[in-house]
């Protein structure tokens, strides 16, 4: 059993999970990935009793690795999805951040979760992706997010018009510093704080929320994920920012852009009774009512 590591800088106060974590698992484990990132923090703090192979930033973990473990909030474990793409390597998100929808396993949890994973006592969840198929390869070979697609105006440059069409058929024209595109998953993040909707992640859906928008009736709406979005932007400058999770780019606005749902789900980990509503329910303080 080959497991992978990934993190950025860790609090100190956290290499003492770090080290229980890596006992435990030594028992199963024939190899340790650790990216070398990562690896530059713990090194002299962690001593590994089983090989460690060390990644560089871009190379991805052994196909047969059983699964990448993500160490830190949820924007770490969006980092992660660059590295596995479609290799279906499952991934465990451990939190060490702060809100963490998709880093669920909290420090306090480590040892149960380390012995659950080992033991096979887990479920795995299969999250849908957005594929930006067209302008191609713009973010190189890996045009997909977990959480959403956002287009954003730049800098202080004024608001920017977004022409909306869902399987050719016109929309909308919205008048906004930007729009997001989001997946279920991603509808705990950028979109929520934008007024989007919470949406259960097995379902088939896509939200379109706008950001700020200046026609204060138009409200985020959610559509099937077997549509095809298309984009048109335009504006006073000629050219944006796009995002697809955690990554950028700038863009001309004479692109027209095309969305839809990728080929391939991204497998998270599930270790305990936790489901998604009880996430949310912990998360967002839910019920923190004397009457109940």
Not at 112 to 130: E, F, P, Q, V, W
Not at 138 to 153: H, I, M, P, R
Request: hydrophobic content about 40%; some cysteine.
């Amino acid at each position: 059993m080959k497991i992978a590591f990934f993190g950025r800088v860790l609090d100190p106060a956290f290499l003492d999970n770090f080290r229980l974590m890596i006992r435990i698992m030594e028992e199963r484990v024939s190899h340790f990935l650790v990216y070398e990132g990562l690896y530059a923090h713990i090194r002299g703090h962690v001593q590994f009793k089983k090989p460690v192979k060390i990644l560089s930033a871009n190379e991805q973990p052994d196909k047969d690795t059983f699964c990448m473990i993500s160490i830190g909030g949820d924007g770490t474990l969006l980092d992660t999805i660059t590295l596995i793409q479609n290799s279906g390597i499952p991934v465990l998100g451990i939190n060490t951040g702060r809100l963490g929808f998709l880093s669920a396993i909290s420090t306090d949890e480590i040892s149960y979760a380390a012995k659950a994973l080992i033991s096979g006592d887990y479920a795995i969840d299969n999250r849908a992706m957005l594929q930006l198929y067209s302008p191609p390869e713009l973010f190189g070979d890996f045009n997909y997010a977990l959480n959403e697609l956002t287009v954003l105006k730049r800098d202080n440059s004024s608001m920017i018009k977004i022409k909306a069409y869902v399987d050719e058929q016109f929309l909308n024209t919205y008048w906004a510093d930007g729009l997001i595109i989001s997946t279920p998953t991603g509808s705990t993040g950028y979109s929520l704080s934008c007024g989007g909707p919470i949406i259960s992640p097995e379902s088939k859906t896509f939200v379109i929320t706008p950001i700020a928008t200046h026609n204060l009736t138009v409200r985020p709406i959610v559509i099937p994920d077997s549509c095809v979005i298309k984009l048109q932007i335009s504006g006073r400058t000629q050219d944006y920012l796009l995002t697809l999770d955690s990554r950028s780019r700038p863009l001309s606005t004479t692109e027209e852009l095309f969305i839809k749902r990728a080929p391939f789900s991204i497998n998270l980990i599930g270790i305990g009774q936790k489901d998604f509503y009880k996430t949310i329910r912990n998360k967002l303080a839910w019920g923190l009512d004397k009457r109940n």
